[in-house]
């Protein structure tokens, strides 16, 4: 059970500096997009995708809902390490999937670091299963 306190609510533009904040304090890894203006980006586009667990004033746990209309994708569950073990990750997933089921998906990926043994551990407990078969391949662009 999460924290009374604690509410998951949708990011918001003036959220942008804040998450970055927090992932650098509780996510694994950064991405080519981890700046004020890729966040406010991903927010035009998808005001619903970026769904934030807030203690206060406070952010302490993140994951990134994509829906393109097509496939359910998971980036950045992240949360605060004084907050883990207490659900928070749970009601990320739950408010992530219930999204994803409202928009028409029928199943979810999550893009975790290979590296990332304690984030294996957390989607497996979530249900999610391992596929082998897939790599990801990327190709930044050059500005």
Known sequence: MIDTDVEIRPAVPSDAESVLAFWRESAEGTSISDDVDGVRRLLDRDPEALILAVDGDRIVGSVIAG???WRASLYRLAVLPSYRRRGLSKALLKAAE?????????????????ANERAHRAWETAGYERQEQWRRWVKPFSG
């Open 98 to 114: 219930d999204r994803f089921a409202a928009l028409g998906g029928r199943r979810a990926d999550a893009m975790v670091l290979e």
């Open 67 to 69: 829906w393109d209309g």
